[in-house]
C-alpha cells in the first residue's frame, strides 16, 4: 500500500455525500451517538459510507469501500438524547481494513489520489462547456426570483464535478461510481448527460391535466 492508514470512525448509510457539500444526520442510537461523542472530544472526522447491505438502524450494514470524511459543524442536542447534525465533507477515502472493538464501525483507510488533467483542448473546452451549462442551470432555477444574481464557481475542476454532481438526482449506485472516478475528466462526461437533462427540464412547460371539477366555473369547459 505505501503509505500509513488512517484509523477512521464510519457511519453507513443509504447516500452518498461529495466533497465539499454538506448532509443532515438524525443520530439516536447509542452506537452512533458514541461515534458522535469522540468525534466532537477529539475534533476528529468520520467517513459516510454508503451501505452496500444491510439496513441503517439496528444491525450490521456492509458498505462500499470508497466514502467521504466529514466534519461535524453544527450539533443540536434534542430530548431522549437524541441529535440533529450538519456535516460537511471533505475528502474521500478508501477503506483497506476494518477495526474490531468499537461499538460501531471503524476503518483503516487511504486518501483517494485524483489523477491530474491532462492539458489539452479538448479536455479545456469540455471544462469550459461544463462550467457555463451549469451556470446556465442556476441562473434558471433563480430567475423567477425578485433579485439578480452573479455565478461565480471555483477553478478547479475537480471541485467543480462534485459540486454538480450533488444537483444530481440519480440512483445512489450512480453517485457512488461519480465519488469512486478518480479522473475529472472521466467524471464530468459521465454527468454531463444528467446535466443537460436538468436544463431540458427547467425548461420543459408545467402542464397537468383538469379533472371535472376543476373546469367546473368554465363558461364552455371542453
Known amino acids: 500500500m505505501g503509505r500509513e492508514l488512517e484509523e477512521m470512525p464510519l457511519f453507513p448509510v443509504n447516500a452518498v455525500l461529495f466533497p465539499y457539500s454538506t448532509i443532515h444526520l438524525h443520530v439516536f442510537e447509542p452506537r452512533y451517538l458514541d461515534l458522535v461523542r469522540y468525534c466532537l472530544e477529539y475534533d476528529s472526522p468520520f467517513g459516510i459510507v454508503l451501505i452496500r447491505e444491510g439496513e441503517e438502524v439496528g444491525g450490521p450494514a456492509d458498505p462500499y469501500l470508497v466514502g467521504t470524511a466529514v466534519r461535524i459543524e453544527t450539533v443540536h442536542q434534542l430530548e431522549q ?62 430567475s423567477q426570483q425578485d433579485f439578480n444574481i452573479k455565478v461565480t464557481f471555483n477553478d478547479d475542476p475537480q471541485l467543480l464535478s462534485f459540486l454538480v454532481a450533488s444537483f444530481l438526482q440519480i440512483p445512489n449506485l450512480e453517485r457512488q461510481r461519480l465519488l469512486e472516478t478518480t479522473d475529472t475528466i472521466d467524471r464530468i462526461e459521465l454527468i454531463m448527460p444528467h446535466l443537460t437533462n436538468m436544463i431540458l427540464d427547467d425548461r420543459a412547460p408545467v402542464t397537468y391535466k383538469l379533472a371535472a371539477p376543476d373546469r367546473s366555473e368554465w363558461i364552455q369547459p371542453n
Do not use: C, H, W
Not at 450538519?86 to 483503516?108: A, K, T
Not at 489520489?113 to 491532462?118: D, L, R, S
Not at 489539452?120 to 462547456?129: I, K, R
Open 81 to 142: 438524547g437524541r441529535i440533529d447534525l450538519r456535516l460537511r465533507g471533505e475528502r474521500r477515502f478508501r477503506i483497506r481494513e476494518f477495526v474490531d472493538g468499537q461499538p460501531y464501525s471503524v476503518g483503516r483507510v487511504e486518501p483517494v489520489v485524483e489523477m491530474e488533467i491532462e492539458e489539452t483542448p479538448e479536455n479545456f473546452g469540455l471544462v469550459q462547456t461544463f462550467r457555463s451549462e451549469f451556470e446556465s442551470f442556476i441562473k434558471a432555477r433563480f
